[in-house]
C-alpha cells in the first residue's frame, strides 16, 4: 500500500501535479487559456471581416498587400511549429542540449516572424494606411498587431525556458513546462493560419 | 538499443516520433504553397471553396498532431474546440447584426 502511495507520487512529480480527472492542472490551465484566446482572435478577426471593405479615402487591401512576402513569413511560423515540437520532443527524451538548441531555432524563426511584421507595418504606414485612416486599417492593425505581441511574447517566454532550463531551476517537471510553452507556440501558429488565409489570400 | 527502445516507447506516450513530425511539417508546407499558387493561378469558383478547405485541413493537422489533441485526454479537446465555437458563433452573430440591423 505505502508502495502504491508512493509510486503515485513519484508520479505525480514526473507529470506535473494531477487533478481529480488525473489529468495535469497545468495543461487543464492552458487549454482552458487557449480556449478563451480563440474568442480574442475570435472577435478580432470577425471586426476584420466585416470591416475589410470599407476603406473611406485610403489604400484598399489589394494595393497594400504583398503576398510573397507575407507567404515567406507564413512559412517561416509554420516552421517555427516544427521546430517547436521538435524541442518538447527532446525535452520528453531528457536531451537539454537538444531541447535548447530547438528552443533557439523556434525563437530566432519566431523573431524573424515580427521583424517581418514591423517591416510590413511600416511600409503600409508610407503608403498611407494608418491606424485611423479606415475602419479597415483601424481592423487590420489590431488584428495583425494583437498576433504580432502574442508572438513576440512567445519569443520572451521561449528565451526565459532557456534561460531556467540552463541553470536548472525547473524543479518540477522540465518537459511538461516545455509542452505548455509549445501550446502556446502552435497556437500563435493556428491563428496565422487563419488570418493569412482570411486577411490575405481571400480579397475583400 | 535502449535508446531506440525509448524513442519508440516515448513516441507511443507523447504522440509521434520526430520523422512523423517532420513529415506532417512537410505536409503543411506543400499545402502552403498550394495555398500561396491560387493567388498567381486562377482556380475560378473553386479558388474560396480550397482556401478554406486548405485552411482548415492545416489548422486540424498542427492542433492534432503538433499540439497532441490527438493524443491527449478529450478534455483538452473540449476545452479547446469550445472556445472555438464559441468564437464562430460571436462571428455569425455579427454577421447576422450588421446584415439585419445596420443599412
Redesign the interface.
Known amino acids: 500500500m505505502a508502495d502504491i502511495a508512493t509510486h503515485d507520487t513519484d508520479h505525480a512529480t514526473d507529470h506535473g501535479h494531477h487533478s481529480s480527472?488525473g489529468?495535469s492542472n497545468n495543461?487543464?490551465a492552458m487549454?482552458?487559456f487557449?480556449?478563451?484566446?480563440?474568442?480574442l482572435?475570435?472577435?478580432l478577426?470577425?471586426?476584420y471581416?466585416?470591416y475589410r471593405g470599407r476603406v473611406q479615402n485610403g489604400p484598399h487591401p489589394s494595393q497594400i498587400y504583398d503576398?510573397?512576402f507575407t507567404?515567406v513569413s507564413?512559412?517561416v511560423l509554420?516552421?517555427s511549429?516544427?521546430t517547436?515540437?521538435?524541442a518538447?520532443?527532446s525535452a520528453?527524451?531528457k536531451d537539454d542540449s537538444k531541447t535548447n538548441l530547438w528552443l533557439t531555432i523556434t525563437a530566432l524563426l519566431g523573431a524573424t516572424f515580427v521583424g517581418g511584421q514591423v517591416y510590413e507595418f511600416t511600409t503600409f504606414y508610407r503608403e498611407g494606411l494608418g491606424f485611423t485612416t479606415s475602419l479597415f486599417g483601424s481592423s487590420f492593425y489590431s488584428l495583425t498587431g494583437f498576433h504580432g505581441v502574442h508572438v513576440s511574447v512567445g519569443v520572451i517566454m521561449l528565451l526565459s525556458l532557456m534561460g531556467i532550463i540552463k541553470k536548472n531551476k525547473i524543479t518540477g517537471d522540465k518537459a511538461e513546462v516545455v509542452?505548455l510553452i509549445?501550446?502556446y507556440w502552435?497556437?500563435v501558429?493556428?491563428v496565422w493560419?487563419?488570418i493569412?488565409?482570411?486577411v490575405y489570400?481571400?480579397p475583400s | 538499443m535502449t535508446t531506440a527502445t525509448e524513442t519508440h516507447e516515448d513516441a507511443q506516450e507523447h504522440g509521434m516520433s520526430d520523422a512523423g513530425y517532420i513529415k506532417i511539417a512537410i505536409i503543411l508546407a506543400l499545402i502552403t504553397a498550394l495555398e500561396v499558387s491560387t493567388y498567381y493561378v486562377d482556380f475560378g469558383p473553386l479558388f474560396m471553396p480550397s482556401l478554406l478547405i486548405m485552411m482548415v485541413v492545416k489548422f486540424v493537422m498542427v492542433v492534432s498532431y503538433f499540439m497532441h489533441l490527438k493524443f491527449d485526454s478529450k478534455i483538452f479537446s473540449f476545452l479547446f474546440y469550445t472556445g472555438l465555437g464559441l468564437a464562430l458563433f460571436v462571428y455569425f452573430a455579427a454577421l447576422a447584426t450588421f446584415k439585419f440591423f445596420i443599412a
Open positions: 480527472t489529468l495543461k487543464l487549454w482552458l487557449l480556449g478563451s484566446e480563440c474568442l482572435f475570435g472577435g478577426i470577425s471586426t471581416m466585416l503576398i510573397p507567404s507564413s512559412f509554420l516552421m511549429s516544427l517547436m515540437v521538435l518538447v520532443s520528453h527524451r509542452e509549445g501550446l502552435h497556437f501558429d493556428v493560419i487563419i493569412f488565409t482570411l489570400l481571400i
